[in-house]
């Protein structure tokens, strides 16, 4: 069985600037492969970025406190990313100072879930910081709808999760779905 660390995962602190903590996973959510990190099960924080000087670094493409599955929690036992102190200009699943709106780049999501806090910002001088494009507390399958949604979002959010269903399935699970919608 896999042992935690007794502290944090991952600590950047004491000037440490320009890191990339992950990378670019081609299948979020799927099986932990590429540039990802299974940052899980740690005593303290899963990542913590600290103190002056500490700017312009990269959190992306990590599976932190869930299991490889994305299916069941493997929590840190406090925070999955705890940014404090003088710690500037992260970016957690993004490109340092990138201006919003690029297309050109390619980023893939973080799966924050399972953690006592997803993602925390603590101290007044912890400034500059982007959070985008994560899914937090959720399994990576993001099977968020409302009511209003249509039969077609409903099927391709299901074939995304690996659910290819018959024109007659898919007219049982959206009645139940709309439904449920309802209540």
Not at 13 to 40: M, Q, R, W
Not at 65 to 89: E, I, K
Not at 134 to 157: D, E, Y
């Amino acid at each position: 069985a896999a042992l935690p660390n007794s502290q944090d995962g991952v600590r950047i602190s004491d000037d440490a600037s320009y890191n990339l903590v992950g990378g670019v996973n081609a299948t979020p959510g799927g099986v932990c492969s590429g540039d990802c990190n299974l940052i899980s099960g740690n005593d303290a924080d899963g990542v913590v970025v600290d103190s002056s000087g500490t700017d312009h670094n990269v959190i992306s493409g990590n599976y932190i406190g869930t299991d490889v599955t994305c299916t069941t929690a493997f929590p840190n036992q406090l925070s999955g990313v705890y940014l404090v102190g003088f710690a500037a200009d992260l970016e957690i699943n993004g490109i340092p100072n990138a201006p919003r709106g690029v297309t050109d780049i390619v980023v893939e999501d973080n799966v924050i879930s399972g953690n006592q806090r997803g993602v925390w910002i603590a101290g007044d001088t912890s400034d500059g910081h982007r959070v985008e494009g994560n899914t937090i507390g959720l399994s990576a399958s993001k099977l968020v709808l409302g009511k209003h949604s249509g039969r077609h979002a409903l099927r391709s959010h299901l074939k995304d999760m690996g659910y290819d269903l018959s024109d007659e399935e898919l007219k049982l699970v959206f009645t139940k779905f709309k439904e449920l919608g309802d209540k």
